[in-house]
């Protein structure tokens, strides 16, 4: 009789735990007064995981200075950035004002679908003070889709390939003459599915190449374009029959020597690979017609249970010391968001000094060939038609 | 004591409801025309179809034969060893084979990521046959050689003997591991993930790519799927235990009636 009555209690209490319906937490009025209420609270920061370098520069190098500062703690959690934005909507839609996650790192696609279900808090330039040093121009959009204030710019990179430069004597110098290139070495390259991020990316670059700026008005891909990418198949890694499903399956087969070429936005990613002996050693940097810009973002949830402790990251996130360490080789390789111009001589400075790696391009180059993202709605029409190229 | 045992086996019989439930919310606005005709659906089903019964019929096949052999000749280590892979879980076994089957030629002329799904199929089959070895070790070591006997004495051929002597006990058991390796083969994620291709994929690969990609980020489709595939194995199990009903119930009695 007792146990029943236990039974039945638990059972009413997950209900009634579940359907509690709390006031949302708001921001302190001034950054002062969120530092204050922060104090002591741990943020959660929810972001893609993927990558040894940028998890160890949260961990070993952010998480402690908060802590420091702001008696903060830091608490990553590794996830998939649609899973992570899935799991917000769906709170959204149960109306659960208290959520877990207080940051999020974001931006294209998964950006413009928080901006359309309302899942992101804004207000956030004038309440993290070092915003004001941020590039206006990265800070403006993101991948064609208007920031409005619902995320701060944390990082800006550009999209380039690796290539092994032991195995590779004559590297191509554009898109058409990688193709020609994996016809003369069958099985060599190959690229991550299009629902991954880095891949999707890939196929736009050759977009970009067919029709340049157009496709923003339009986004019309002809059959052509896909029968043309078919033509690529016989020659890839396993004759095209499948592809790696995300970025860390690449760099894995590039590490191997299975595949002699890698990508991937940041132009600096490579260094530290190739440091910490993962890459191969003589890896270098291959910058073909052109190369898509992409700026990265950090974002507070709707129901972010601790938006103080948010603010506080933020900052920490976007100060010139985190900003220099997180562009150097040490960690991440993450190029800053911040003008350099509005930062004072010192931290230009060093900015500067932080100088070239071997596996970086050529910068004036690199900016040379930059080019804005396309907007959402092509990384969606690629998603859905490349399946085609993979049957 | 009772009635606590009642309420849990209410509660118990009560989640798949609800899951069936929410899956029917989640699934309403489907077009369900579109989901029928849509080629990679379609694909991804057969592909699923075809790994699920190919992985299932082996692992009982071996499982089984696994179980007589070694209550027949009293093999003690055998039966230990075949534990083992029990102990692995089911991402660390497709690592396992990932590593070493991928690569340049694979291992045996076989290769992980290819369309027939072998890497996958054989992942599946080191993983379940412990299973279903358990699952029969009980029922063989209970067996009533008498009927063995018996139908030696008759002189029937071995077929018949296993046919008459064996298989009516062995239909409870083998169906209780048909229904859970179907149920469980047909929608997870980590195997295929690892070892499958990029078209087709099975279908718990799919729905989870279709769930978590911003394109599809509202489709109902993945839950309609899950339903139609559910009903599917309900049925299935509903249908199978209702034709054997009266010869389990038979064997259970041990008369005839």
């Known amino acids: 009789m007792k146990k029943w009555r236990v039974l039945f209690a638990t059972f009413m209490l997950t209900f009634v735990a579940a359907c509690g319906n709390e006031q949302a937490v708001e921001f302190s009025d001034s950054f002062e007064a969120a530092a204050e209420s922060a104090n002591g609270s741990t943020v959660n920061l929810y972001m893609w995981g993927g990558d040894e370098g940028i998890n160890s520069y949260i961990d070993d190098y952010v998480a402690p200075r908060l802590e420091k500062s702001y008696d903060v703690e830091l608490n990553r959690v590794a996830m998939d950035t649609a899973e992570f934005i899935r799991q917000l909507s769906l709170d959204k839609k149960a109306d659960r004002q208290v959520g877990t996650i207080d940051v999020v790192w974001i931006n294209g696609d998964n950006f413009r679908n928080a901006k359309e279900a309302g899942l992101l808090r804004n207000g956030l330039t004038e309440r993290v003070p070092n915003a004001t040093l941020l590039n206006e121009t990265a800070q403006q959009s993101d991948a064609g889709t208007p920031t409005e204030d619902l995320e701060l710019a944390w990082g800006n990179v550009q999209f380039i390939l690796h290539y092994d430069a032991a195995k590779v004597d004559n590297p191509p110098k554009s898109f058409e003459e990688l193709r020609r290139w994996t016809e003369d070495n069958p099985g060599r390259f190959t690229y991550p599915e299009v629902t991954d991020f880095t891949g999707n990316a890939f196929v736009r670059h050759l977009l970009y190449e067919r029709y340049g700026d157009e496709l923003n008005q339009n986004v019309t891909i002809e059959d052509s374009f896909w029968d043309d990418l078919k033509t690529w198949s016989p020659n890839l890694w396993k004759e095209g029959q499948t592809y790696p499903k995300t970025l860390e399956q690449l760099d894995q087969l590039y590490a191997s020597g299975d595949v002699w070429m890698t990508m991937g936005f940041n132009e600096r990613r490579a260094e530290g690979e190739v440091v910490n002996g993962i890459f191969p050693k003589e890896t270098r940097a291959l910058l073909l017609d052109h190369s898509i810009a992409s700026t990265h973002f950090l974002a507070v949830p709707f129901n972010a249970p601790n938006p103080d402790g948010a603010l506080v990251l933020i900052q920490e996130l976007l100060s010139p010391e985190a900003q220099l360490v997180k562009q150097g080789p040490e960690y991440w390789g993450d190029g800053t968001s911040l003008d350099l111009t509005k930062l004072d001589a010192n931290d230009q400075n060093a900015f500067e000094e932080l100088g070239d790696g071997v596996t970086y391009p050529n910068s004036e180059q690199l900016l040379e060939r930059s080019i804005p993202d396309y907007g959402p709605n092509v990384i969606d029409t690629v998603r859905e038609e490349w399946p085609r190229v993979a049957k | ?257």
């Open chain 2, 1 to 257: 004591m009772l009635r606590s045992s009642v309420a849990l086996t209410i509660l118990v019989s009560l989640f798949p409801l609800t899951a069936l439930l929410f899956l029917g919310i989640e699934a309403t606005g489907t077009d369900w025309g579109a989901l029928l005709t849509d080629e990679t659906w379609r694909d991804s089903f057969v592909t699923t179809l075809y790994v699920v019964s190919v992985s299932t019929m082996l692992s009982l096949v071996f499982g089984t034969w696994l179980a007589r052999t070694v209550v027949k000749q009293r093999w003690r280590f055998t039966s230990t060893i075949l534990k083992i892979p029990m102990f692995v879980p089911h991402i660390a076994a497709a690592y396992l084979f990932w590593l070493l089957f991928s690569g340049a030629n694979g291992f045996g002329g076989i290769e992980a990521n290819e369309r027939d799904y072998v890497t996958v199929i054989l992942t599946y089959i080191w993983k379940e046959i412990p299973f279903v070895f358990l699952m029969m070790l009980g029922t063989y070591e209970q067996l009533n050689r008498g009927y063995v006997e018996t139908a030696k004495t008759l002189q029937l051929s071995p077929y018949a003997q296993f046919k008459h002597a064996e298989f009516p006990f062995l239909i409870k058991p083998l169906l209780d591991s048909t229904w859970i390796l179907v149920a469980f083969i047909s929608f997870a994620y980590e195997v295929p993930a690892l070892l499958g291709v990029t078209y087709p994929k099975l279908l718990g690969v799919l729905a989870y790519e279709r769930l978590s990609t911003g394109l599809y980020l509202e489709a109902t489709a993945p839950y309609a799927v899950a339903l139609i595939w559910t009903c599917l194995v309900g049925f299935g199990v509903f249908v199978s235990y209702l034709m054997t009903a009266s010869l389990r119930r038979r064997i259970e009695r041990g008369v005839r009636r």
